[in-house]
């Protein structure tokens, strides 16, 4: 049995991923680039699920010979293509954006956990606490809301600014009743 074939199989399938991966590499950047920002920004589901698919691309790319570099990069050309004109009817219009993007979710409203939405959001009060304390806040009693956005961040809204109004607040106070 030879034990150096898991390590090593020859010149030809080193020079083949080095090959793919100097070309893959340039190809990505391009890619991002052209698509824009959103690429890289904080990511909501669609846009995490679209790059895990060009990582898992570029992998098979290097790893394996079967996948072309020109496989691999229309692969990445579509899949970006097709990302860029979903976000583009996303901006167009809501009930696209509503299937595709996750509704913000109030996890505390006026210092009251909301545990419904919390177990549905898999989010413990600790993690609420942690983010209020981020946001330089003292406790729930000193916040108007928190909520979960679209992309998992969580923004604390202090009880002061929703004494003071705003837009941003318009949705929450209509969920609120």
Request: include cysteine.
């Amino acid at each position: 049995m030879d034990w150096s074939a898991p390590f090593f199989d020859g010149w030809q399938s080193v020079y083949a991923a080095l090959v793919s991966a100097l070309i893959m590499y340039p190809v990505l950047i391009a890619a991002i680039r052209l698509n824009g920002k959103r690429s890289v920004s904080k990511m909501n589901n669609f846009d995490w699920i679209v790059t895990v698919a060009i990582g898992s691309i570029i992998a098979s790319c290097i790893g394996f010979d079967s996948v072309t570099v020109l496989d691999a990069t229309l692969a990445i050309a579509v899949l970006l293509l097709m990302q860029r004109q979903l976000t583009g009817w996303m901006a167009r219009s809501t009930a696209v954006e509503s299937v595709i993007v996750a509704s913000p979710t109030v996890l505390l409203l006026k210092g009251a956990f909301q545990h419904d939405a919390m177990r549905c959001e898999r989010i413990s009060e600790a993690e609420i606490l942690s983010a209020i304390r981020q946001s330089g806040l003292s406790g729930p009693e000193d916040c108007y809301a928190v909520v979960m956005e679209s992309n998992a961040n969580m923004s604390v809204i202090a009880a002061n600014a929703a004494r003071e109004g705003g837009a941003a607040l318009s949705a929450l106070r209509t969920e609120e009743g």
